[in-house]
């Protein structure tokens, strides 16, 4: 049984750091990639970040520069560190696995909130 659990939410003013993990069990880790997608109240998911097996990563536009996303496979856990956090950074993020670069996301942990108060 796949699981994903995320830890690492929290209250932070802005200007703050916060840095969420995610660890996995019942997959093969290493070959999964892994994402980080946030949802505000009243807006569609997003992508945030994504690592592939190999490390690379892709950001969305708004969290480049600020975001960072990283893997320890010997630990099965991804990670996103959150500098400079803004108040629109606040949602519920969600880590997430994908069997491949291109494919959808398939296995989805519970969520942990995230609030910037201003």
């Known amino acids: 049984q796949v699981q994903l659990a995320e830890s690492g939410g929290g209250l932070v003013q802005a200007g703050g750091s916060l840095r969420l993990s995610c660890a996995a069990s019942?997959?093969?880790?290493?070959?999964?990639?892994m994402g980080w997608f946030r949802q505000a109240p009243g807006k569609q998911r997003e992508l945030a970040a994504g690592i592939t097996p190999d490390g690379s990563t892709n950001y969305a536009h708004s969290v480049k520069g600020r975001f960072t996303i990283s893997r320890d496979n010997g630990k099965n856990t991804v990670y996103l560190q959150m500098n400079s956090l803004k108040p629109e950074d606040t949602a519920v993020y969600f880590c997430a696995a994908s069997t491949g670069a291109t494919r959808p996301y398939n296995y989805w942990g519970q969520g942990t909130q995230v609030t910037v108060s201003s």
């Open positions: 019942g997959l093969f880790f290493r070959v999964m990639t």
